[in-house]
């Protein structure tokens, strides 16, 4: 039997605050012992026998007033540098494509250390340009964000999700920038000029 809606009321939501920090990385937060390491803090299972490049992706994630949020908490997500998933036939069982980081409490600096992805076949063998899937929460965010990093240095041209973005000029916003061998530089910006493209996921 369905409760009728008029009985209860909705709870009243609220940013992330310190709450997600504490729950996710309580190291991080200032409440170490739980743990002998934080959990979920790198995608590799033994990074020496990962395959593919290993590169860094450092950034900032930025609010409407320009200033980098140093309470940022991010999630990635992406498939090994062959293009699969973990979990899949042929995964590198060396890699598990999930991390958790937080950006840096003095900075606002945030830095992802992983496998280069790989192109991978989606829905009706469609190819996706390499890229990793991310979810941000910070202040003033109440539903945690979605965006993706490709990379200059690889085809884009016929992703289907850049496809789809209509403000061609907005794309960029989605490209992180390689700064040297294995390292690049992807900036998140919540409003204002050069918003991020969040993806309703």
């Known amino acids: 039997m369905t409760q009728k809606l008029d009985v209860l009321q909705e709870t009243p939501s609220q940013t992330a605050g310190p709450y997600v920090h504490i729950g996710l990385m309580p190291t991080y937060a200032g409440n170490g012992g739980y743990y002998d390491e934080e959990i979920g803090t790198t995608p590799f299972l033994d990074e020496a026998k990962a395959k593919g490049e290993i590169i860094e992706i450092v950034g900032s994630v ?96 016929n992703d289907p999700v850049l496809g789809r ?13 390689k700064t040297e061998d294995g390292r690049y530089r992807f900036d998140i910006r919540l409003q204002g000029p050069g918003e991020t493209v969040f993806l309703d996921m």
């Open 62 to 157: 930025y609010d409407g007033t320009g200033w980098a949020m140093r309470d940022a908490l991010i999630e990635s997500w992406q498939c090994d540098a062959a293009g699969i998933f973990p979990g899949s036939e042929g995964a590198d069982p060396a890699f598990t494509g999930h991390c958790r980081f937080a950006a840096d409490a003095e900075t606002g600096d945030f830095t992802l250390r992983t496998v280069k992805p790989g192109s991978y076949k989606g829905r009706g063998g469609m190819p996706s340009a390499p890229h990793i899937s991310l979810w941000i929460v910070a202040r003033g965010i109440n539903i945690g964000l979605n965006t993706r990093i490709y990379f200059e240095d690889e085809d884009n041209e």
């Open 165 to 177: 973005i209509e403000q061609r000029p907005r794309v960029d916003t989605l490209i992180a920038k």
